[in-house]
């Protein structure tokens, strides 16, 4: 595979993590110096089976070209646990609508009984919701969603290596219920008197992200406030990007890098297809002792009055969704709006 970036961001290959010595040695370096200079880069050679891939993207296209009834079945103002289908223009970032269809897949638990003393995020523990017409989702989905922890949990790893931490430093927070989040997403063509916002700018809440794109550009990744960068699609490779439970474990150390979608224009359609790695629901983040010159670095994870971060994992986590989905917000969680 070329190593050339079609963007600036840097690229990762996994494989050298298995490597000799001086391999792995100087592709942690390379992986601590992309997590602190941007939070975005390439992840090749990860193992995952390019077949694999093809056919998440195939039945997540299927789903997609299911009529629209069917989709409706399963939408997300069904599901207490934020779990399904969501038309372009529902979900909400930044106050604004983001125009791209999406189905939200998350671990498949059951839901725990709700007391009056049992704090609300537990709520989002539950089923998902699948789609009758289309039973070969749930099976591509599920075994994607297991290899795809695999490959994320040792990413992870990776990282507490490069910080110059045990390598199974996060594994507690990571735990026996992991809070794996799969996002199948449409995003339609616009045109060009249309809002061409995908997804608004934000920060991922969990540990990591992987990405899986087809070949459509649109994903940007923030740099400053006025200066954007194109993470463009790389065939074979996952983008990565760091969420903002790995910001508050190094004490700002890592940014949560924020980005955005611009819509494709009128005509086309992009797929992206993203695999969220979270923490257990029920964990307090705390920050991880750092070497003394990374911590010097470290400056407090940011304050953004807008998107304050909270170390109480399912706490984060909530306060993501409902902000994201006013109509499920609403229906099952009235106490938490306004
Ligand atoms: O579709 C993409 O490229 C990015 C999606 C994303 O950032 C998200 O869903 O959090
Ligand atoms: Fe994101």
Redesign the pocket.
């Known amino acids: 595979m070329s190593k050339l970036s079609p963007s600036e961001l840097p690229i990762i290959d996994f494989a050298l993590l298995s490597g000799t010595e001086p391999q792995r040695k100087e592709i942690l370096e390379k992986l601590g110096q992309a997590a602190r200079d941007i939070g975005f880069f390439y992840l090749i050679n990860h193992g995952i089976d390019r077949k694999l891939s093809d056919n998440v993207q195939r039945v997540a296209r299927a789903f997609f070209a299911l009529p629209q009834d069917e989709k409706l079945k399963v939408k997300m103002a069904n599901s207490p646990h934020f779990r399904g289908y969501n038309l372009a223009g529902v979900e909400i970032t930044r106050s604004k609508p983001d125009f791209r269809e999406q189905f939200d897949i998350g671990a498949e638990r059951e839901a725990l009984p709700v007391t009056a003393d049992s704090p609300t995020w537990q709520r989002m523990q539950g089923p998902n919701q699948w789609p009758d017409a289309l039973p070969e989702l749930q099976i591509v989905i599920t075994h994607w969603q297991q290899k795809m922890t695999q490959v994320a949990l040792e990413l992870l790893r990776a990282f507490a290596e490069a910080l110059h931490l045990p390598r199974h430093a996060f594994d507690n927070l990571y735990g026996d219920y992991p809070n794996e989040h799969i996002k199948l997403i449409r995003y339609p063509g616009r045109a060009d008197s249309e809002s061409r916002q995908g997804?608004g700018a934000?920060k991922?809440s969990g540990f990591l992200?992987l990405l899986l794109q087809d070949d459509r550009p649109g994903l940007k990744v923030e740099v400053t406030p006025d200066n954007w960068i194109a993470a463009s699609p790389l065939p074979g490779s996952f983008v990565v990007?760091i969420g903002e439970l790995l910001e508050l474990a190094t004490n700002g150390y890592l940014r949560a890098t924020v980005?955005r979608v611009v819509s494709p224009q009128a005509a086309n359609e992009r797929l992206s297809i993203?695999f969220f790695l979270g923490a257990q629901l029920d964990m307090v983040v705390p920050v991880y002792p750092l070497p003394e010159a990374l911590a010097q670095l470290a400056q407090g994870p940011t304050s953004d009055p807008l998107n304050p971060l909270l170390r109480d994992v399912g706490w984060n986590y909530l306060k993501g969704r409902l902000r994201s989905h006013p109509e499920v917000a609403q229906r099952f969680y009235p106490e938490h709006t306004n």
């Open positions: 997804v934000h991922d992200t990007n980005h993203a």
